[in-house]
């Protein structure tokens, strides 16, 4: 039987990643395929559905997926994630020349963040700001919406935002922070970091129980099976960001489950209920 996996086309280098791991899949004896898909709700109702027993899941995807099984009786697990996936931290920051030093500093004032979906950019860094005690406006770049953050366009117009003063702070995943003051977005120097999240977890490869047992099994024990010296898939890890794939676990998406509830991303049921978001 064909492992069947959803994957969301957040970028052209999806084809090559997967189309990649497909290869070596067959070549290790599990018959592999792939479906892309345009958002991740597709994605995740989907994968409830079983019309795929796998998904690369976004975070939030996760969150929504475990809602939506619960609600219609089924379940989801974690089976793997990358060795990146763990301990992430979102920052909020501000220009270095600016009269901002607290949280409360930003009362009255205009804070950058991603799209809508995205975790590390808006949901998660809003949450820690509210949770500080922050009253500030927000303003929305909402660059790929759908893709959960994945795009990290969003992010990178609110840090352009930041540095012309069209708002006074921005929210960003702090490899993203290190990013864009590397290539130049965010002058070297010019941001200090205001606050910093507690750290979470972001991908996981989400399978659902109707899969079938045995191919799942396999499937991730080739995953974290894969080798970073193996030149043959050492520049397909590259491009999706690891170096080793690892079991997967839920203790790093607390933070993110009461963003959600505390701003109605999503109910209980896993029905989309935040406000104006079309994916």
């Given at each position: 039987m064909t492992l069947l996996m959803g994957a969301v086309a957040y970028d052209a280098k999806v084809v090559p990643i997967w189309s990649g791991f497909r290869s070596w899949f067959l070549r290790h004896g599990l018959p592999f395929d792939f479906v892309l898909y345009s958002t991740y709700e597709r994605q995740v109702e989907d994968l409830v559905a079983g019309r795929v027993h796998a998904a690369w899941n976004s975070p939030l995807a996760w969150i929504r997926a475990q809602r939506l099984a619960a609600a219609q009786g089924c379940s989801v697990s974690p089976l793997v994630m990358r060795d990146t996936d763990r301990d992430l931290r979102s920052v909020v920051v501000v220009r270095s020349d600016s009269g901002i030093f607290s949280v409360d500093d930003l009362k009255g004032r205009t804070v950058g963040t991603g799209a809508v979906d995205s975790p590390q950019a808006t949901l998660l860094p809003l949450h820690h700001l509210r949770s500080l005690g922050g009253e500030f406006d927000v303003r929305r770049f909402e660059v790929g919406v759908g893709l959960h953050g994945d795009h990290i366009g969003g992010e990178r117009e609110a840090a352009r935002a930041l540095m012309s003063g069209d708002v006074a702070a921005a929210c960003l995943l702090d490899a993203d922070h290190l990013l864009f003051s590397r290539e130049g977005t965010l002058p070297a120097g010019s941001t200090r970091i205001l606050t910093t999240t507690e750290p979470y977890d972001h991908c996981n490869m989400t399978v659902v129980d109707t899969a079938p047992e045995e191919p799942v099994r396999r499937f991730g024990a080739l995953l974290t099976g894969m080798s970073y010296a193996d030149p043959e898939v050492r520049p397909l890890?590259?491009?999706?960001?690891?170096?080793?794939?690892?079991?997967?676990?839920?203790?790093?998406?607390?933070?993110?489950?009461?963003?959600?509830?505390?701003?109605?991303?999503?109910?209980?049921?896993?029905?989309?209920?935040?406000?104006?978001?079309?994916?």
């Open positions: 890890l590259d491009l999706e960001g690891l170096t080793a794939w690892v079991e997967g676990r839920t203790t790093g998406y607390g933070e993110l489950e009461a963003a959600v509830d505390a701003c109605g991303f999503y109910d209980r049921a896993g029905r989309i209920t935040a406000d104006g978001y079309r994916p």
